[in-house]
């Protein structure tokens, strides 16, 4: 413990600082009871529990705690008969050491208010316990080299009731003495009373409840009590220092005004110089002498002025670096150990599998990596549900992975490290993997994809349906796995991070998960962008593309508006109107896009500008404001402007609204000068396949083209876009084009367009009802071919230009 943290202590009681201690020591004695039950006789071990047990004895008796100092001391002659070679710490022994190590954190965090009544309410269990480690060497180890359930140890000590029964604290049991005899080394050279009662493993069943895989948590993380305010005390710190940053680069344009002013300055002088060698060649000495004065007073000038750019040009450098240090500190403050959100697992990991009869060990590599507090809070259950996954669908039995070829304990690996500065996390295990062909079979029986699909997903395809809620590959569930729940909350959690996850998988040899964070929530890296003369910034994160699309590449389509992008239409959106700040001033210049998303839910949000990427330091957003729709926090860019960080997965969501309720605007309909060098027409008809041919005949003679699928999407779309002509279909679901040209021919504003009717059918009826309605040409599709459909919109509304 540092010399700050040591300072921190007088805060605290006497109680508060055994529950410190407490935490502490017992994290040393679980990580010791797992490595020697891994690592026969590990001495380190060994030895490491006998100085956490003897500190839990000495600290219990200092504040009166009986019952932990008889457990502890009972733990440490257990730790000396092991050490000196009269008994080993078998996996029941190890069970009983456990439950003891639960019982004392569980007494340590109790309140002073309802301890007693606790330790009443709970007198048989916690007898069991004691007598369990006093007679530890009289536990009989089956002759099966396979775990036992016999005695599983849970991993979380249950919530400790905050009105416990009212009874005597002298209703607690008094622990048996301590053997003051050697402890023989097995079972067998116990009294015959103790053989005849201990033939099997008794059942641990003190204070507590065998995990699901909804409870999840093992025993909580050991922490020192830090101040109700400190979070809002590092959140103010890192406003400072990000403030100390962005004033340190309002420095720049003061040098930039500096360097201006050096160079007119240098004009100016030397402008003086011309002037003088004009003078000394006339003849006038008081004008030479007067000339020469001002010519000497120009030198320290010009000298003065470079010296101070060179010191305010240093200064800047130093107090950005300074500055850049702090920021680079308080961030520091906030990192934690990867260690500290994981230390639990191995445990719950041992217990887990000791408890469905298999073999298996946690490995942790890379405990010293730094992660954001925050992070490894919110990632502590995703790990906690892929673990359990791992153990519980991926490990076979000792005697099924030794007849597969494989050792009799099962290994799962959880890695941390830094790379290419985000948080990678892996977690791989050497069990049976996961069967892709039965993925295949429960989409195709679920109706999920069809059969011909299902046929061509990729490994990587597949492995995604494991993401989905409630698919599941058991055929039934346990307290486990088996709902369909876990994989998809894994998933949600790690996008909340704005993280990605992936799946890889080898039947017979493993599975693996690899997720990828960032280090930290406090800087974000952003792409800034400007939305109707407002910064607003995108996580860098969440920005797949950045484009510029010219108006001429838009299309429109049942009233919504896209472009090709590599194949694929992806439809534009205007940032203005998801955020309601109005509707974009469209011009005839090239739109900046800002591709978002993934998969069917991809869109391209139309921006005024983009200014380029910073690193911001994120500022939550004052409470009273609540969560304010598609915005996730604030910052202050380099230059002191604030801007506010959008909330990518929230701004989906209002995209699909707007989608849904058909209200999205127009974009680039403003281009009126693009109007009058490309003129516009709409294609309106049913057939996609007339659809295609007219639009591809209109595209090569120069038109600019839109469709539209039927009448009531024609009306949509050309009145929300300015267009030089209407060519349109006669019979069409929902509304037929006779309807259609009256509508146009009704409206106010679009009267005046011209509408051309082309039909397969030479009706007369339907010619006279179109030209009726106010049509200006009538063409049949079965009489006409190609030039004759260009002559007749040439006829209409001229030759599209060059």
Known sequence: ????????????????????????????????????????????????????????????????????????????????????????????????????????????????????AWLAANGAPIRTTLDLIANIAYLPEPPSSAPQAAMPAAPAAPTVPSTPPALPASAAPAAPGAPAAPLPQDAASAPPAAQAETTTAPTVTPLQATATADEGAAIPVARLPAPLKAAQNFDRLLSLASEARINAHQLHPFIQDLQRFKRNQSSLFSLVEQLHEAIANSSDASLKEKSLLALQKTHPLKQFLLEHIADIEAYERRTLAVSQNMVDEVLTLRMRPFRDGVQAFPRMVRDLARGMG?????????????????????????????????????????????????????????????????????????????????????????KMAAPQMAAALSPAELLEFLFLPAFSLKESANEISGRGVGLDIVHETIREQNGTVRLESELGQGFRTSITLPLTQSIVRALVTDIKGEAYAIPIVKVERVLKVPPAAIHTLENKQFFDFGGEHLGLVSAAQVLELGEMEA?????????????TRRYALVVDA????????????????????????????????????????????????????????????????????????????????????????????????????????????????????????????????????????????????????????????????????????????????DETLLDAVSDLIGEAPL
């Not at 985000?422 to 791989?428: A, F, P, V």
């Not at 996730?632 to 989906?652: F, M, R, T, Y």
Request: net charge negative; hydrophobic share 45%.
């Open 587 to 599: 011009g005839g210049e090239d739109l900046p896009v800002v591709v978002i998303g993934s998969g």
């Open 358 to 446: 298999k073999d298996v060990h946690l490995e942790i590599v890379g405990e010293d990596t730094l992660v954001d507090r925050d992070i490894l809070a919110r990632i502590e259950s995703p790990l906690n549900h892929i673990l359990r996954n791992a153990v519980d669908h991926g490990m076979q039995t000792p005697a099924e992975r030794i007849a597969a070829g494989k050792p009799g304990t099962g290994t799962i690996v959880l890695e941390a490290r830094h790379r290419a500065g985000m948080l990678s996390i892996e977690i791989h295990d050497d069990g049976r993997g996961v069967d892709l062909e039965k993925i295949r079979a429960t989409v195709i029986a679920r």
């Open 1 to 116: 413990m540092s010399h700050d943290q040591q300072g921190d202590l007088s805060q605290f009681s006497m109680r508060d600082l055994f529950r410190m201690e407490a935490d502490t020591q017992t994290q040393i004695l679980t990580d010791g009871l797992l490595a020697v039950e891994r690592l026969k006789g590990d001495a380190g071990a060994l030895e490491a529990m006998m100085r956490a047990a003897h500190s839990i004895k000495g600290a219990a008796a200092i504040v009166g705690l009986d019952l932990v100092v008889q457990l502890a001391h009972g733990m440490e002659d257990s730790f000396v008969a092991a050490q000196q070679g009269r008994m080993q710490l078998t996996p029941n022994r190890v069970d009983a050491l456990l439950a003891g190590v639960d019982l004392i954190l569980q007494i340590a965090r109790l309140d002073d208010a309802n301890a007693d």
């Open 610 to 785: 983009i200014r380029g990427e910073q690193s911001l330091a994120v500022q939550a957003i004052d409470p009273i404001f609540g969560k304010m729709r598609d915005i996730s926090a604030a910052a202050l860019l380099d230059d002191g402007e604030p801007v506010l960080i959008l909330d990518v997965p929230d701004l989906l969501l209002s995209i699909d609204k707007l989608l849904h309720e058909g209200g999205l605007h127009q974009l680039a309909r403003a281009d009126h000068a693009g109007r009058r060098r490309m003129k516009r027409i709409l294609v309106v008809d049913d057939s996609l396949t007339v659809r295609e041919m007219e639009r591809k005949l209109l595209l090569g003679r120069g038109f600019l083209v839109d469709v539209a699928i039927d009448g009531i999407d024609g009306w949509n779309v050309v009145r929300s876009g300015e267009y030089d002509l209407v060519i349109t279909d006669v019979d069409m679901p929902r509304m037929d084009g006779i309807e259609l040209v009256t509508l146009i021919k009704k409206d106010v504003h679009l009267h005046k367009l011209p509408v051309m009717i082309v039909s397969y059918k030479d009706r007369p009826e339907d010619r006279a009802r179109g030209l009726s309605a106010g049509a200006d040409y009538y063409l049949t599709k079965g009489s006409f071919h």
